[in-house]
C-alpha cells in the first residue's frame, strides 16, 4: 500500500505472523520531517494512557478519551466526555506523557485536548473562549495563546 503526501511517496508493509507477540513498528527513513512527525505523533496518540481514580477505583485512561486535565488545590483532574478522575500525575507530567499533537497548555492550571474543540471566540482582554463539544468552556490565557493559536491553526 502507497500513501501519496504532496510529492513524496511512503512505502507502508504490513506482515501478519501469528508467532509475534508484541506488535513493533519500525521506520527507515533518509531524514525526519514534519509529515513524518506527525504521523509518530499520532502513532504515540494511539498508544497514551493515563492513570486516574474515581472513588477507590482506578482506571486506564487513553489519550483521546480526554477532554482537558486540570490542577486544582495541589491535586491534578482528567476530564472526559462523562467522567472527572483524579490522579497522581502533576499537570507538568501529563503534559510529557501526552501527544503534543493534540494537547496543550491553555493556562497555568489547564492543559486542553484540542480535537475535542467545537469553536473558539476572541475576548475583548486579549483572552480566547474555547468551546467543546461536551459543552464546557474554557479560556485560554493570554500568556498561552500564541501556542495555542498555532496549534489550532489560526
Do not use: W
Request: charge should be neutral.
Amino acid at each position: 500500500m502507497n500513501l501519496t503526501s504532496q510529492r513524496e511517496y511512503m512505502k507502508i508493509k504490513i506482515i501478519k505472523d501469528s508467532t509475534v507477540t508484541e506488535t513493533e513498528i519500525t521506520v527507515k527513513c533518509a531524514a525526519v520531517d514534519e509529515n513524518l512527525k506527525r504521523l509518530l505523533d499520532e502513532l504515540e496518540h494511539n498508544n497514551a494512557k493515563l492513570t486516574g481514580r474515581i472513588d477507590d477505583k482506578t482506571f486506564l485512561i487513553s489519550a483521546e478519551m480526554i477532554y482537558y486535565i486540570e490542577s486544582v488545590d495541589e491535586k491534578t483532574f482528567i476530564y472526559s466526555q462523562n467522567n472527572v478522575y483524579e490522579t497522581d500525575y502533576k499537570l507538568y507530567q501529563t503534559e510529557q506523557l501526552l501527544p503534543q499533537s493534540d494537547f496543550v497548555r491553555i493556562s497555568k492550571n489547564c492543559i486542553l485536548n484540542i480535537s475535542k474543540l467545537t469553536s473558539v471566540k476572541p475576548l475583548l482582554n486579549g483572552k480566547m473562549e474555547v468551546h467543546m463539544n461536551n459543552g464546557e468552556v474554557q479560556i485560554v490565557n493570554r500568556h498561552y495563546l500564541k501556542d495555542f493559536k498555532s496549534k489550532f491553526g489560526l
